[in-house]
């Protein structure tokens, strides 16, 4: 079993109403690996420019089972950077910049030693770069695709014969209404299907996921976290992709009855994310303390 990964590798500022972070480390690729990591090793592939600072290297490094021979630092080019303020509620945010840097360039290339992987994960990048990954990745058992406004907006097409080549599609609420001019998240996840994959999963933030597969649709709720609980919701996405993603690598199945379980995996992880800013609410993560979140989710979501 091998998971792998692209996506950004960004230099993120972030304003929250209680607090602000600058220049921390942050980017799909980087919350997917170090969520994906506390369930065990995951492959990174992504490009930085030379402006990367030195300290950014030293936090993913510090996530022991990301796997960083996929990392490209280039001479002479530019990071990918995001800006990010939210408003009181924590639910919605405004991205203030976006800098695409490396994301403009020739996409990373997958390493010899990584060529063999099975789960992939498209994190949110150029729907350009995440087309090229797979066509290095010859032996793939699943593929999961995350996409964002931006890149609807952008790059359309190519996020429309993308969709045609993945099995799963993982988008938040107001995406997937973009994408398909559809308001009902059941409808549109339907509509998402008929253009090739298995699977949707609509993110919903404070109100969880739903899962519309061919065999079945789920829901899940998100792990009970109280607003003062919330420090920075940045990555809650990717964080969830990762736990999402590890579990199915993990018990090497896609099927619906794991894809439920999964969720289950990607919501605890994602809860983590959340109490702190940057990577730091998932640092020290294992085994143990997810198996602690799921106990608790367990009974929250039980009945008789
Ligand atoms: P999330 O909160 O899960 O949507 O993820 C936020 C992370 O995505 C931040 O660390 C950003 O650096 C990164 N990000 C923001 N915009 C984009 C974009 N257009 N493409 C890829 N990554 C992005």
């Not at 990392?71 to 990071?79: A, D, I, M, P, V």
Request: hydrophobic letters at 40%.
């Amino acid at each position: 079993m091998s998971l792998i990964v692209t996506g950004t590798l960004g230099i993120d500022s972030i304003e929250t109403p209680t607090g602000s972070a600058q220049r921390v480390p942050g980017g799909s690729a980087a919350y997917f690996s170090a969520a994906a990591s506390a369930q065990g090793p995951v492959r990174l592939v992504g490009a930085v420019g030379e402006d990367w600072p030195e300290e950014h290297r030293s936090v993913l490094s510090s996530f022991r089972e990301i796997d960083l021979a996929g990392l490209e630092q280039r001479g002479g080019s530019q990071t990918f950077a995001w800006g990010g303020r939210y408003h009181d509620n924590m639910n919605v945010r405004d991205t203030l910049f976006t800098e695409l840097g490396v994301l403009e360039e020739a996409p990373p290339s997958v390493p010899e030693s990584f060529r063999d992987s099975r789960y992939v994960f498209l994190a949110n990048s150029h729907p350009g770069v995440q087309n090229s990954f797979l066509d290095q990745l010859p032996d793939r058992a699943l593929t999961v695709l995350d996409s964002m406004d931006l890149w609807i907006e952008i790059a359309n097409a190519d996020l429309h014969a993308l969709i045609a080549r993945v099995d799963g599609v993982m988008l938040n609420d107001s995406e997937v209404q973009q994408l398909t001019g559809i308001g009902n998240p059941y409808s549109a996840g339907r509509r998402i299907l008929e253009m090739g994959p298995a699977f949707v999963i609509v993110k919903k933030g404070e109100h969880g996921a739903i899962l519309v597969h061919e065999d079945g649709v789920a829901t899940m709720p998100a792990f009970p976290v109280a607003l003062e609980g919330v420090v920075d919701p940045t990555g809650a996405g990717d964080s969830f992709a990762g736990g999402f993603m590890a579990y199915l690598n993990r018990v090497d199945r896609c099927d619906l009855e794991a894809l439920k379980s999964a969720l289950a995996w990607g919501t605890v992880t994602a809860s983590r994310t959340i109490e702190a800013f940057g990577l730091e609410g998932l640092r020290g993560l294992d085994m143990p303390a997810l198996e602690e979140r799921l106990d608790v989710f367990r009974s929250a979501t039980h009945f008789e």
